[in-house]
């Protein structure tokens, strides 16, 4: 069985995790935006071309 991860680690990661994971919580995720469809911005240059 491997070794945890914690174990190797010279601070005490677990700790500090937990700490960073009770900071995020409730916290809003920036990246997760939704944006109406029609103004998102197209994924692929192809469907670009296609629907103009």
Do not use: D, F, T, W
């Given at each position: 069985?491997?070794?945890?991860i914690t174990e190797t680690v010279p601070y005490d990661a677990a700790?500090?995790?937990r700490k960073l994971a009770?900071?995020?919580?409730?916290?809003?995720?920036q990246?997760?935006?939704?944006?109406?469809?029609n103004r998102r911005r197209p994924k692929h240059?192809?469907?670009e071309e296609e629907s103009a």
């Open positions: 069985m491997p070794k945890r700790k500090a995790v009770r900071e995020r919580v409730g916290a809003p995720k990246e997760k935006i939704i944006e109406p469809k240059k192809k469907a």
